[in-house]
């Protein structure tokens, strides 16, 4: 049967939100349709990735939802800060075991309480968290004890202090762990590492070409790939356009640079043109 052109609806988005009610809440007007199940939502639940639009029900299922996804392939799973730990046991371990032979006990004991804390958070124990925190106060408070000045220790503190803070927050870190992470941070941590990460690459490669010239034509290169790759309608979207465009365009200003360099220096004239 065919429809007659007079049969035919406009549905404009302002015409959608007047009549057409939210699948689940009839009292709420709908501000579109789920991409994945085509049910009339409304603000409070629907949920947007990129330029899609979804459902409660769907946004939250993991091949929806890319950052979902994330943390259903990170979860649990030992990140480098784990084993950045791990690898530091043995230095407190050799270090505790080296004091207790001098009789230096208590450095002894605190070397001996980092080597277990680091160990437990390779483990997963959830209390290594907090007690990494205690530690370089605790090697604080030992130096003072032992007649130091707090101005010559605790500027030295300051480092693993950093380390230890930078660990803790870590949204990376957190999912390891099995904790709960605001899907917010946990957008964050997906935008670092799965948006295009190869626009971050030439990034970095233009950044090392100011340097090393013979990277630069790689940056370009890459930032090209990187650029044509972009395309926020995917799902998941792929961004870092500006990225991808900084790369180009440093790559081609080192490429430039080193050429006008090299090209006064073999005809031996200063390189200072005024
Ligand atoms: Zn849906
Ligand atoms: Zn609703």
Known sequence: MRISPSMSVSASPSALQETVPCALHPERPAVGTCARCGAFCCEAEAIHQGEHLYCEACG???????????????WGKRDTWAWLMLISAPAHLVFCIGSGLEGMWSWA??????????????????????????LPPAWVVG???KGRE????????????????????STRSQLFFR???EPRRLERLWNAR??????????VCAMVSLVLPVVAPVAVLLGWVALRRVNPEAHPPVGKK???????????LS?????????????GLPLNPL
């Open 242 to 252: 500006l990225q991808a465009l900084e790369a180009m365009g440093l790559g081609v």
């Open 143 to 145: 130096f003072l004890l």
């Open 109 to 134: 004991v605190l070397a001996g309480v980092n080597a277990v804390v680091v160990t437990a958070w390779f483990l997963g124990v959830r209390l290594a968290r907090p007690a990494l925190l205690l």
């Open 150 to 169: 707090a101005l010559e220790v605790v500027p030295l503190m300051v480092p693993p202090m950093a380390l230890a803070l930078a660990a803790f927050s």
């Open 255 to 267: 490429l430039l640079g080193w050429t006008y360099v090299l090209v006064r220096l073999k005809l």
């Open 194 to 203: 799965a948006n295009n990460p190869l626009a971050s690459r030439a990034l």
């Open 60 to 74: 939250h299922r993991p091949e929806v939802s890319y950052v979902e996804e994330l943390r259903a392939k990170l």
């Open 179 to 181: 904790l709960e992470v």
